[in-house]
């Protein structure tokens, strides 16, 4: 799929879940900001489809899951673009996924750090 970004709403050149828009983005969304993203998307659909983006259908016998509901591209890209002029974080800060992302980065540093002391010694002979 090629990369592009839709400035118009109503682009329905892809239809995709959030999911994979988010898989797309390459980025962590905490629930707080998937929850706020899907009512929004929601909303920007039926102002635009005039009809209600749900459809209410159970899961097939054999699915476990119910199914995932698509979006156009374009609704996809104005909700996300709304959430973060609105100052949205993608992960609230504080939170446990926050934290979590902050010691992984920590973690990255400590390596680094010690790899360039390491290399720095062994110029020193
Ligand atoms: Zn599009």
Do not use: N
């Amino acid at each position: 799929m090629a990369k592009k970004s839709c400035v118009d709403p109503t682009c329905a050149r892809y239809e995709m879940s959030q999911l994979e828009f988010r898989r797309l983005r390459g980025e962590l969304w905490d629930m707080g900001f998937i929850s706020k993203f899907g009512k929004l998307a929601s909303k920007l659909y039926r102002g635009i489809y005039k009809k209600h983006p749900d459809i209410k259908r159970r899961p097939l016998p054999g699915q476990k899951r119910w199914p995932v509901h698509r979006y156009p591209c374009g609704i996809l890209e104005q909700a996300y673009r709304q959430l973060r002029e609105q100052g949205v974080p993608l992960v609230k800060p504080k939170s446990a996924l926050e934290v979590e992302l902050a010691l992984k980065q920590r973690e990255r540093w400590m390596v680094l750090e010690h790899e360039w002391i390491r290399a720095w010694r062994a110029d020193e002979g």
